[in-house]
């Protein structure tokens, strides 16, 4: 990883003066550790009309994989080998923003005590970077850097030189001139814009990453054209911290267009004063979506398929509707945590004959699975191989034939928005996959197909614009039974 940060002078304000600001001697190289490799300083070149400053960071792959695993997480099946075949030593990312941060940190503040009068000067600068992951191309690029003063060069790196057909890498080589810009504002940028454009953090995005944010954008984010954007991916499109950070934005543009203090403006509700409404649980959201989807298609004796530890059968012995409920799994452990949730051994006579706990798999036919009105696989069939998949459809919807099946599972596309999972995992250890919207649809289509059934689709959760909702719901009903109804 290697960036460059050069400036011009005269002799009444020496280029060398560059030196000072960033607090690095011209005439020796100096390295640094880091937690992630080692990182060097040196000047390439250094007299008065012209000084450039190098940053080289020697990144320790080892030290990236052991200290980035995550415990108890599962995996996308490539997410062994990314580990070690990846990017990382070779393009400015958030990396290389976190070594400038250690190694230039009182020049990021405007810190000189040598040349206090230069570090509150603009300077002549230009900033290069021969190898920057750019998602959104070029493009994006201009629109981050342009507002903020700098002339832009993005010239995109070709996959292969040697085959000019296969089109250009998501890379650029990135080069920034201006002369109307401190230094400080200068790194600041880079600290900030740098891991927006990879649009990847090689660490784990804690709430102080908020804090980080505002000092590094104070002045040029909050009326930057690109807030929203460079917000979320800075916080690695954690939702909760996103939100904050742009209220306390917002506070800020208010502030300033009102001549006044922050604190003047956020005084409205006292500090220990509640006021905003936990959301929901996810899983209250989907238990509540069977709920309704079970009700529309008049089911009164209902399967759940895969129960784990009841919740789910708890909620459905709350409506009298349903006179029978059967919750199966393959766990008995998990079958003795629901059996004392549902404080079997204490119920009545009447209730008692409403619900029973069997064990069993969805591998296999199971004729006590017949002549039920639904069945719900909630949260299920990602926990099979894929290539058990066809044994539990034939098992539900082959053999057992109920006259509706509601089937949730995690849509894989809304991860990005998940605040407590690294990106490339899954939302559980036992996770065998997660599926797109576009997979859910592929697969549920051709199981109604082959099977007489008709299908809908339903969110569970908030159903984001961009990548959908948490959980994705289908309501399979038997095409005899919409026969009927319509007859």
Request: aromatic fraction near 6%; glycine fraction near 6%.
């Amino acid at each position: 990883m290697f960036l460059t940060i050069s400036t011009t002078g005269t002799p009444e304000r020496p280029a060398t003066d560059l030196g000072f600001l960033l607090h690095k001697h011209p005439d020796r190289a100096q390295a640094f550790s880091t937690s992630y490799g080692r990182a060097h300083v040196l000047y390439p070149e250094a007299d008065p009309q012209r000084c450039t400053a190098a940053l080289l960071l020697e990144v320790d792959p080892v030290a990236l994989v052991r200290r980035g695993r995550g415990k108890n997480r599962g995996g996308a099946p490539d997410a062994a080998l990314a580990q070690y075949v990846n990017d990382r030593p070779y393009a400015a990312s958030s990396l290389l923003a976190v070594a400038l941060s250690a190694v230039f940190s009182s020049a990021l503040r405007g810190v000189c005590t040598a040349r206090p009068e230069r570090a509150a000067e603009p300077l002549p600068l230009r900033v290069e970077v021969p190898a920057l992951p750019a998602r959104g191309g070029p493009g994006l690029v201009r629109r981050l850097f342009e507002p903020l003063g700098w002339t832009v060069t993005a010239e995109p790196v070709p996959l292969d030189t040697e085959f000019p057909e296969w089109g250009d890498s998501r890379y650029v080589r990135l080069a920034l001139e201006s002369a109307e810009l401190t230094l400080s504002a200068a790194l600041r940028h880079l600290y900030v814009l740098l891991p927006v454009l990879d649009d990847a953090k090689h660490y784990w995005v804690a709430p102080d990453e908020v804090d980080k944010l505002l000092r590094a954008g104070e002045g040029w984010l909050p009326g930057h054209p690109e807030q929203k954007l460079i917000t979320s991916r800075y916080l690695s499109r954690r939702w909760s911290l996103t939100r904050q950070a742009n209220e306390r934005l917002e506070l800020v543009r208010l502030a300033e267009t009102d001549d006044s203090e922050v604190e003047e403006i956020d005084n409205a509700v006292g500090e220990d004063t509640e006021t905003e409404e936990k959301p929901t649980p996810l899983a209250v959201l989907r238990r509540e979506a069977i709920l309704t989807a079970l009700t529309e298609s008049g089911a009164a004796r209902v399967l759940d398929l895969g129960c784990g530890q009841g919740q789910l059968v708890q909620e459905l012995l709350r409506d009298v509707r349903f006179t029978e409920v059967v919750g199966m799994d393959v766990s008995v452990r998990a079958l003795a945590i629901a059996a004392r949730r549902l404080k079997l051994d204490r119920l009545g006579e009447r209730q008692a004959a409403r619900v029973r706990l069997l064990q069993g798999s969805l591998a296999y036919t199971d004729n006590r699975l017949k002549g039920y009105d639904a069945a719900v696989l909630s949260e299920v069939v990602e926990h099979l191989d894929l290539p058990r998949l066809p044994a539990l459809e034939y098992a539900v919807f082959g053999h057992a034939r109920p006259r509706a099946v509601v089937v949730t599972t995690p849509n894989v596309e809304y991860n990005v928005r998940w605040e407590s999972l690294p990106a490339g995992h899954v939302r559980h250890g036992d996770h065998r996959f997660e599926w797109t919207r576009a997979e859910f649809r592929a697969w549920a289509g051709a199981v109604a197909e082959r099977h007489g059934y008709d299908v809908e689709f339903r969110p569970v959760g908030p159903d984001d614009p961009e990548v959908g909702p948490p959980t994705q719901l289908a309501l399979f009903v038997a095409r005899t039974v919409k026969e009927a109804k319509a007859a």
